[in-house]
């Protein structure tokens, strides 16, 4: 079977797991990594045996890399995942994906005119559990679709990059949102601030509503003393809840609540899988491009939201 040849640009807390996984599956073959500190691109080269680049314009130049999977701090993405597309690499880029929708755009835009594939590290969408909801949405199984609450939050991370906990981490939930409602909010109303960090928001309170009334909250935090990263969704007839750590359903009715085993997978294997099949088996695309724009659309208009006190409309 053809291997199908990857790097890793950012080889931080991230972009290690990516290097392990890529090392451990059939399907890919990890060419090289680059990261600009020396210190620890030469480390991880070490590990795992391959060739160590502090400069990804020299490492993207190898014609044996054909994907490339971006981990860099979240504002150096962007410019990192477009010199790849440049350089004719299909590219999985972390979230959020771009600083602003404009270079968002402009990743998707080299996409389609090279050719090539690009997608974005939103990994919930990989958990059997949230793919079930989706389905039970769609097929009405919990009924007409009311609400969705997630809950993202945690303890003062060890490390704070460069971007605040929208997104960082609720950005995760506004695409969690589009993907069980296959819709996008007409608008979205959000509350934000600082209780300790100096610089970004690390509290986000948003709440999306959608055309025929149904509505989302996201509460995202830095602040809670436990990690919780839940989502519960209500319908008409029954709810569904799953908690992403354990990855456990539960599907709820006024009389009976069962709980459907799935065995736990390690997301990140299932996303990588997923991306190496889309570029050898040209198996159709989970998350495109353009849903890592819409999510950023989502992010910023809330971050407007809270800034201007009042609702946004987002215009689709
Ligand atoms: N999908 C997820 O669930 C998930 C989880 C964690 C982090 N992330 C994302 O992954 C990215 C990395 O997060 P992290 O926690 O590993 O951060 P980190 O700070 O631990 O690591 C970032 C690494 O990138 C390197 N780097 C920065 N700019 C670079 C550039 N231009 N070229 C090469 N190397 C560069 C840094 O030296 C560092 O080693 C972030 O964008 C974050 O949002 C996604």
């Keep these: 079977m053809k291997k199908l040849g990857v790097a890793v640009i950012g080889t931080g807390a991230w972009g290690k797991n990516h ?28 590990q795992y045996g391959v060739k160590a680049y502090t400069n990804s314009t020299r490492m993207l130049k190898n014609k044996e890399i054909e994907a490339v999977s971006v981990c860099t701090w979240s504002t150096h993405l962007a410019k990192e995942a477009l010199k790849a597309l440049r350089a004719g690499k299909h590219v999985l880029v972390e979230k959020p994906m771009a600083t602003n929708t404009k270079q968002a755009e402009k990743l998707c835009e080299t996409a389609e005119q090279n050719g090539l594939i690009l ?128 990855q456990d359903l539960w599907i709820e009715q006024q009389k009976e609540s069962v709980q459907p085993r799935y065995p736990f997978q390690e997301p990140l294997k299932l996303e990588l899988q997923h991306f190496a099949e889309c570029i050898l088996e040209k198996k159709k695309q989970l998350i495109t491009g353009e849903d890592g724009v819409k999510a950023l659309k989502i992010a910023q208009a809330a971050m407007q939201s809270s800034i201007k006190n009042r609702a946004i409309k987002l215009n689709r």
């Excluded at 392990?20 to 990261?35: G, H, Q, W």
């Excluded at 605040?164 to 296959?182: E, L, N, P, Q, Y």
């Design 19 to 46: 290097i392990r996984v890529y090392k451990e599956l059939p399907s890919t073959e990890l060419i090289a990594i680059c990261d600009v500190n020396p210190e620890r691109a030469k480390t991880m080269a070490n």
């Design 119 to 246: 997608t974005v590290g939103f990994l919930m969408r990989f958990i059997p559990g949230l793919q079930s909801i989706r389905e039970a949405v769609e097929s009405k199984k919990i009924g007409e679709l009311v609400c969705a609450n997630a809950k993202r939050v945690s303890q003062w991370p060890e490390r704070i990059g460069d971007v605040g906990v929208v997104k960082d981490t609720a950005i995760h939930d506004i695409d969690v949102m589009r993907f069980i409602s296959k819709q996008d909010p007409v608008t979205v109303y959000a509350k934000m601030g600082s209780m300790r960090h100096l610089k970004f928001e690390d509290y986000a309170h948003i709440m999306l509503t959608y055309k025929d009334g149904e509505s989302a909250f996201i509460e995202s935090n830095w602040l809670t003393p436990y990690k919780t990263r839940t989502l519960t969704v209500t319908g008409s007839d029954a709810i569904m809840r799953l908690d992403y750590i354990t």
